[in-house]
Nanobody, 127 residues
């Protein structure tokens, strides 16, 4: 069982930056792939990015590639989402999630592969 709590959301102007954090409970955090997803009003939840259990591999949606970066600190049971050059279309509730799926072949991008979810944190980017 893993419990996830996101923090760091807020209001930022276009072009600005935010760093989201996701703190996990449990002693097996380092065995999970961690993903970030987002959901804008009236839209489906979508994949943003993921990081492998060791932190050695990351994968991003095309819409955020080059602007967002995921990192993790297994000693602190925390995963981060650094968001730079933010755009109004990045406005959404951001969720972190944990998965025991196998890295590769796109599995880490699928919502159904993630068993544990945080409550979400709102990010609003003004133009």
């Amino acid at each position: 069982q893993v419990q996830l709590v996101e923090s760091g959301g807020g209001l930022v102007q276009a072009g600005g930056s935010l760093r989201l954090s996701c703190a996990a409970s449990g002693r097996t955090f380092s065995s999970y792939i961690m993903g970030w997803f987002r959901q804008a009003p009236g839209k489906e939840r979508e994949f943003v990015g993921a990081i492998s259990w060791s932190g050695g591999s990351t994968y991003y949606a095309d819409s955020v590639k080059g602007r967002f970066a995921i990192s993790r600190d297994n000693a602190k049971n925390t995963v981060y989402l650094q968001m730079n050059s933010l755009k109004p279309e990045d406005t959404a509730v951001y969720y972190c999630a944990a998965s025991r799926t196998t890295w590769g072949e796109g599995a880490q991008t699928r919502l159904t592969e993630y068993a544990y979810w945080g409550q979400g944190t709102q990010v609003t980017v003004s133009s």
